[in-house]
């Protein structure tokens, strides 16, 4: 990590969200450390998502979220984005921008722009495309980029704001084999930078094999958190998901009958 905001702890207690009138999120508790990978699990509309963008300031919520002691809610949006950069699923960019300049969208919390770009701005967004593996996408058009190429530059425009703090929604989402992996990869490499990581995943193998300690979501609630591989079990699995844990060299589902009857 360059030099920025330390290395920074994120804390939620209590947190509850209510959409349309309708609480999605009830009193979640979280904490996420330096060097980390925290997973956020569970089926669709459990609420993972949600959280990650409550957590980002991103949503309305109650309770409270805490960067090393630090309310949130106290911060300015731009000593909070100084802290803790969120990372969408997809892009809603559309404009013809090269990569470098998406990735210089990092550094107007500290103040860059376009037409006046700093020394530590230009290495900053030279660092953060060097980690990211995209330096060699530098001059290419953002939306002519494949899914992967356009995740690794989100992640380089995050990494360009030196946040210590990441918040990931579904970055495996829609890559292929080999880009899912070169993510994955992204993400052991800033954890052991002592980034603090937050990444919503779907795929139980890719949790337990990146993530340090997870969070099981079931219908807003908190299921389980704790070691990934203690969260990832047979219990919690057949309780939020309706399905067995086969694990051999590869972690596995079966249908299970019992689940199936409670329905």
Do not use: W
Not at 150 to 156: G, N, S
Request: some cysteine; hydrophobic content about 45%.
């Amino acid at each position: 990590m360059r030099k920025g905001e330390g290395h920074l702890e994120l804390r939620a207690q209590g947190l509850s969200v209510t959409l349309g009138g309708r609480t999605v999120l009830r009193e979640v508790e979280l904490e996420a450390h330096p060097g980390e990978v925290l997973a956020l699990l569970g089926p669709n509309g459990a609420g993972k998502s949600t959280l990650l963008k409550a957590l980002a300031g991103l949503l309305p919520y109650r309770g409270s979220v805490e960067i090393a002691e630090t309310d949130v809610a106290a911060l300015s949006p731009r000593r909070r984005a100084r802290r803790i950069s969120y990372v969408p699923q997809r892009s809603l960019l559309r404009s013809a921008l090269s990569v470098e300049e998406v990735v210089a969208l990092g550094r107007y919390v500290h103040g860059g722009s376009f037409g006046g770009m700093s020394k530590s701005d230009k290495e900053a967004i030279d660092h953060a495309l060097a980690t990211a593996h995209a330096d060699s996408l530098r001059d290419r058009i953002f939306t002519q980029l494949s899914v992967g190429e356009q995740q690794r530059v989100l992640l380089a425009r995050a990494l360009a704001s030196d946040a210590p703090i990441l918040l990931l929604d579904e970055p495996t989402a829609a890559l292929d084999v080999g880009e899912a992996m070169a993510v994955l990869r992204l993400i052991r490499t800033l954890a052991a930078r002592k980034h603090t990581l937050v990444v919503v995943l779907h795929d139980l193998a890719d949790a337990l094999s990146t993530t340090d300690r997870a969070l099981l979501l079931k219908d807003g609630c908190v299921v389980e958190q704790g070691d990934t591989r203690r969260v990832i079990s047979a219990d919690p699995i057949r309780e939020v998901y309706g399905v067995k844990l086969i694990e051999n060299a590869r972690i596995g589902f079966e249908p299970d009958p019992e689940s199936a009857s409670r329905k």
